[in-house]
Structure formats: C-alpha cells, structure tokens
C-alpha cells in the first residue's frame, strides 16, 4: 500500500511541475528577460518571477506559503546562442535589495575604521578612490560601486550573511587609478590591490567575470587576476573564457591581508627570495603559469 501511494504521489508532483512549465512558457520570454506577476498558484500580487538566461527558464514565488518553483533548459535561441559562442552567457536578473536610505561617515563609527584598517582598504578611502559608508541600522561598512547605484556591506558583527549586497553591483567594484587591473574577488581585496602605483584593484563580488565587468576590462592597458592557492582549476576556466587576462597569481594567504610590499611582489613577481615559486609548460596557458605562495610561518 506504501508504495502505491509513495508513487501516486510522484505523479501529482509531475503534474504539478508541468502546470508550471507550461504557465512559464506561455509568457514567451525572450532571452535576458524578466518578469513579475502575480502567481499562477497562490494568487499573491508581485510574487511570482521568471527569467529566462542562456536558454535556461528559471521561476519562484516568493511567498512564505507558496512552494511554486522551478527551472527548465531548453534550447537556446540565435541570441543566446551567439552570446555563449562569444563566451558572454546571459547572466540571471538578480533580485535587488534596497540601498540603505540612512548612512553615516565611518569617521563617526570607530569599529568602522579599525575594522577598514584591519583590512588595508583605510588608503583606498582616504586617496578617494573609493566612496565608503557605514550603515548604523544594519551595522555595515559599505564599499560602493562607482556609479554608487550598488554596494556590498560587511557586518561589524556575527550576524549573517556576513556579506550582503545592496543595488546594482554587476559591474564589480573598481578601486584605483592604475592603467593595470587586478582581479580579485571581494571589495577589501580591491582596495589592498589600489596602494600600489599604477594598479586599479576591481572586485568581481564572487569568482566570476561577469559580462558587465569584461565589457569594462578594455580600458586597462593589462589585466591579471589573484585567486586562492587551491583555485588552479577556476584559472583554467577564467582564462578560457576570457582572453584579456594576461596573468594569474595564487595566494596562500588572504590578500586584503598582505602587506603593501607582498602585494607588489605577488602582482609584480619580485623578491623572489621571499615567494615559493613553481614554473609550469602547462599547454592551456600561452604565458608563464606561476603559483605564489607566501610562507605562513
């Protein structure tokens, strides 16, 4: 008896997705679109949003009460297509949180300059090169997007996330000056990266180059990225996909973390007496692959 209804069950929750499906693909979305409505299921107004990206129909209801959800690949149209070719897939609409609309200088809130001290980003905000705020109600330092249309806060506390983003961010963060770009995944990182000369830190937010950001790669004379020490396989990846990293550099150690002077001798391999160093004829790679790793002890 258990195993009639056990697939009885099966079946209704078939039905169910099928419903969905079919709901989902009569709206006719067209490639990088997006839309809100009210759900087909529970009938909340603005609850119920699609995408569809790279061919890939994704839905959710963001009800509580509702458990309307799914994803269906399908096949992918001339747009989507020419965009994967060119290694640019459509990128999901993510769903935006609000900026904070109270924010005060982090001059006001000590825990917030030792907190920019502690992770060398203090000199990036002084020189300007970076707009930073702190965020009384959520108790957040703020490191903006140069546009200021997004932010990504770091909790001063033990609440979670302890990163949340803010706004628009899909065009990472940029920090510096610099004719060269560094690549680095979060926004004290790219501030570190700015101390030295002639070197812009840009924070891909992740471990992604997302479209937006290659498209502003262009103006930057070169381009590296610094990724963990056990990311070698992520490096194959990013440089496959995109052809204006020059160079990749590996860390032991956490980067926002490192001296002025670590940081110019893993960007501009120098000092070799201090750095570990492995030379590979690795065939993925057109240039010398070097991994760094800084002594811990």
Not at 26 to 34: A, M, P, V
Not at 85 to 108: A, K
Request: net charge positive; with cysteine; glycine share 8%.
């Amino acid at each position: 008896m258990r195993g009639k209804i056990y697939a009885s069950t099966v079946v209704r929750i078939t039905l169910i997705y099928r419903e969905q499906l079919n709901f989902v693909k009569s709206l006719n979305l067209t490639e990088g679109e997006k839309k809100t409505l009210a759900c087909p299921a529970c009938g909340k107004r603005n609850k119920f949003t699609v995408d569809k990206f790279d061919g890939v129909l994704v839905w959710n209801c963001y009800s509580a009460s509702c458990s309307v959800k799914g994803s269906f690949r399908g096949s992918r149209d001339m747009d989507a297509l020419k965009n994967y070719i060119g290694g640019s897939p459509t990128q999901r609409h993510r769903r935006m949180n609000r900026m904070p609309e109270v924010t005060t200088s982090v001059r006001n809130h000590a825990p917030a300059l030792t907190y920019l001290k502690t992770v060398n980003s203090l000199e990036a905000y002084e020189q300007g090169y970076i707009k930073i705020r702190y965020a009384p109600s959520d108790n957040r330092v703020l490191f903006y997007t140069p546009d200021e249309l997004g932010a990504v806060g770091r909790a001063l506390d033990k609440r979670t996330p302890k990163w949340w983003t803010y706004g628009d961010t899909s065009g990472g963060i940029h920090v510096g000056i610099g004719n060269h770009c560094v690549l680095v995944e979060d926004a004290p990182s790219a501030c570190s990266v700015s101390r030295i000369e002639g070197y812009t830190g840009v924070a891909l937010l992740g471990t992604n180059v997302t479209q937006p950001i290659r498209k502003t790669l262009n103006k930057y004379t070169s381009c590296g990225i610094v990724l963990d020490k056990d990311a070698s396989s992520k490096a194959v990846l990013l440089t496959r996909q995109n052809k204006c990293i020059n160079y990749v550099r590996f860390t032991a150690n956490d980067l926002k973390l490192l001296s002025e002077e670590s940081v110019r001798d893993l960007i501009q391999c120098t000092k070799d007496s201090s750095i570990r160093y492995i030379r590979s004829e690795n065939p993925v790679f057109r240039w010398g692959f070097v991994i760094y790793s800084y002594p811990t002890g």
